[in-house]
Structures are given as C-alpha cells and as structure tokens.
C-alpha cells in the first residue's frame, strides 16, 4: 500500500542520504560495464557462438568441454596432410608442412590465452556478478523493505487521533527507524567494498594484458621462425615451377619493417623489373638498385641483403634470368630480382 501510494504521489518517501546513493549508482555502473566487458571478452577468445553456449553448459553440469582442434589447429592439420600428399621432396609440399607445423604452434598458444584469459580474468568478475552483485542486491532489497516499513509507520503517526494510538505509532516509528538505519548501514559498508573491486579487476585487467602481450609475442616469433625457414624459396619455387615469383618472402625483424615491406609489395610488378631487366641484358652496363626486404643468401654464390641499402647490378651473358650478379664494396654474389626495385 505504501509502494502504491508513494508512486501516485500521495505518501511522503524518506530519501536516502547522498552518499549512499552515490555508492548505489556506482555499484550499478560496475556491474553493467563488468558484464559489457566479461560477455565482449569471451567473444574475442571463442568467436564461434555455438562453441561458447557448449562450453557454458558443460560449465553448469560440472562437466569437462570435449577437446577439439580450434581453427588454426584444424588448418594446420589441413597443411600437413596437404604437403605430405604432396610430396615433403616439393618446394610446395615442404611448405605446407612447415606453415602447418606454425599454424598448429600458433593454435596451441591461442589455447593456452583462453586458458589463461578465462582464470585470471573472466573468473573474477564472473564471481563479482554472481557473488558480491548478488549480495548487495539483496541487501538493497531488504534496504527498500525497511523504508517502506518506516514510511507506513510514519503515515500511521500522522492520522493517529487518539493518545493510545498515536503513542503505539511513535513506538513503532522508532523500532522501524533503527531497523532501516542498521539495514542503511550495512548497505553503506557493502557497497564500499566496490572501491576494492575495481582495484581487484585493475589486477585482473594487468594479468589479462600480459596473456595478451605472450601470446601476440609467440605468434611473432612463430612467423618469425617460419619466414627465416622459407627465406630461401624464391629459388626453389623457380626451379621448381619453371615461374618467376611475384611475391618473394620477406626475412623481417620487427612489426614495422613488415609494414613497410608489405606496403612496398604492390609497387614491383613483373613488367617493370622486367623492362628494367632487358635494358641492362641489352646494354651489358651496371645499374644502381634499391632492395626491398633483406635477403639470406643460401650459400656462399648468393650475396645476403638488408632491406633500404642500394646497391650496383648486373647481369651476366648464359645468367638465370630471375638473378642478377650485385656487388657491395667488394663483396659480389648473386640477388634475386624480386627483392629488388631498379633505379633511374
């Protein structure tokens, strides 16, 4: 009666004081932006919707997911099996199986941050939301009982008539009164609390940035690995496929020397190295010649190359026509073209 009084605004309501609702709409503002980040969070470590309703249920059984491949395990798999088929003799098949080999390490770390990810960051602020939350929520509910008590009792004061009753009211205002401040006071100390949650996830957050920051770090060093091992395939695939290469791979040592590589893929097409190519079989001169990416050489007729570094080229009557013959002060070998771009 009360409740629907005060909402057709024909009963006084005793507010709460400032700073407990501060604390309430500070609580509220953790909990909805816990569940925004938690619920985005597990998106990001498990895309795959269904995989995730699974991995909840088995969670509320008390029972252990099934173990399956995840993507870049499956797709490494796919290469293995590819480059086996194919021949581990073959340019391409030894390829596949080196990039399944990376997929599969790449799969195994992806594994390891969900692992991870789920202990030290998706467990605590699950427990806040199904612990903690649900506590002061009910203590919240208690909190509105006892004031609506209050408020009744208060009501009840005011239209007392008689002596007899208005002393019983007085009476039961005063019990209801100490029953709401002790019912404010515990409020007010749980919701306190929330301050030493924050700085609780704070740890949580730190720990998920340092499984971030291992596994972006293992996927680099992996590819890292990889591309060292295919370095020296232009050759082969030319041998093998009687084709020149459009797209050697690059040797990199850092994030940005990848962008700036791959940014500079597109301006060597074919037809200009190749243009640029005739001219120097026809005239039998040198030419000055910028690399792209850095070279390993594969044995000692091969020159090794740094990306950014210019140096002179030339060819040689009878030479492979993917290879040039460079020189570096003194130091001459072989180049592949492709990691090279031509200057005026």
């Given at each position: 009666?009360q409740f629907?009084?005060?909402?057709l605004g024909?009963?006084?309501?005793?507010?709460?004081?400032?700073?407990?609702?501060?604390l309430?709409s500070?609580?509220?503002?953790?909990?909805?932006?816990?569940?925004?980040?938690?619920?985005?969070?597990?998106?990001?470590?498990?895309p795959?919707?269904?995989?995730?309703i699974?991995?909840?249920?088995?969670?509320?059984?008390?029972?252990?997911?099934?173990?399956?491949?995840?993507?870049?395990?499956?797709?490494?798999?796919y290469?293995?099996?590819a480059?086996?088929?194919?021949g581990?003799?073959?340019?391409?098949?030894?390829?596949?199986?080196?990039c399944?080999?990376?997929?599969k390490?790449?799969?195994a770390?992806?594994?390891?941050?969900?692992?991870?990810?789920?202990?030290n960051f998706?467990?605590?602020?699950?427990?806040f939301?199904?612990?903690?939350?649900?506590t002061?929520?009910?203590?919240?509910?208690?909190?509105?009982?006892?004031?609506?008590?209050?408020?009744a009792?208060?009501?009840?004061?005011?239209?007392a008539?008689?002596?007899?009753?208005?002393?019983?009211?007085?009476?039961?205002?005063?019990i209801?009164?100490?029953?709401f401040?002790?019912?404010?006071?515990i409020?007010?100390?749980?919701l306190e609390?929330?301050?030493?949650?924050?700085a609780?996830?704070l740890?949580?957050?730190n720990?998920?940035?340092?499984?971030q920051?291992?596994?972006?770090?293992?996927?680099?060093?992996?590819?890292?690995?990889?591309?060292?091992?295919?370095g020296?395939?232009?050759?082969?695939f030319?041998?093998?496929?009687?084709?020149s290469?459009?797209?050697?791979?690059?040797?990199?040592s850092s994030?940005?020397?990848?962008?700036?590589?791959s940014?500079?893929?597109?301006?060597?097409?074919?037809?200009?190295?190749?243009?640029?190519?005739?001219?120097?079989?026809s005239?039998?001169?040198?030419?000055?010649?910028?690399?792209?990416?850095d070279y390993?050489?594969?044995?000692?007729?091969?020159?090794?190359?740094l990306?950014?570094?210019?140096i002179?080229?030339?060819?040689?009557?009878?030479?492979?026509?993917?290879?040039?013959?460079g020189?570096?002060?003194?130091?001459?070998?072989?180049?592949?073209?492709?990691y090279?771009?031509?200057?005026?």
């Open positions: 009666l629907t009084e005060e909402k024909q009963a006084e309501k005793t507010e709460l004081d400032a700073h407990l609702e501060n309430l500070k609580a509220e503002c953790t909990k909805l932006w816990t569940e925004k980040i938690m619920k985005q969070t597990e998106v990001l470590l498990q795959n919707p269904n995989a995730r699974e991995e909840f249920v088995y969670e509320k059984l008390d029972r252990k997911a099934p173990s399956r491949m995840n993507n870049p395990e499956l797709l490494g798999q290469m293995i099996d480059g086996n088929e194919f581990p003799g073959t340019a391409y098949g030894n390829a596949l199986i080196k399944g080999e990376t997929q390490r790449i799969g770390a992806d594994r390891e941050l969900i692992q991870t990810s789920a202990i998706l467990t605590p602020l699950r427990n939301i199904e612990g903690d939350y649900k002061i929520t009910k203590e919240r509910k208690l909190l509105q009982n006892k004031r609506l008590d209050l408020d009792a208060k009501t009840r004061l005011k239209k008539k008689v002596a007899e009753a208005r002393a019983a009211s007085e009476q039961e205002v005063r209801t009164q100490s029953e401040d002790r019912q404010a006071e409020t007010r100390l749980l609390g929330i301050s030493s949650t924050h609780h996830h740890r949580c957050l720990d998920f940035v340092e499984a920051m291992t596994y972006y770090a293992q996927c680099y060093q992996y590819m890292l690995d990889l591309q060292k091992q295919l020296s395939f232009p050759s082969t030319l041998s093998n496929n009687n084709q290469s459009t797209t050697p791979v690059q040797s990199v994030p940005s020397v990848l962008a700036s590589a940014a500079s893929l597109p301006s060597v097409s074919n037809s200009m190295v190749a243009s640029g190519l005739s001219e120097l079989k005239s039998s001169g040198s030419r000055k010649a910028r690399v792209l990416y390993d050489a594969a044995n000692s007729s091969e020159l090794s190359l990306a950014d570094e210019v002179t080229v030339y060819s040689i009557p009878g030479m492979d026509s993917d290879w040039l013959m020189e570096r002060g003194n130091q001459k070998g072989k180049v592949p073209i492709t090279l771009e031509l200057l005026n």
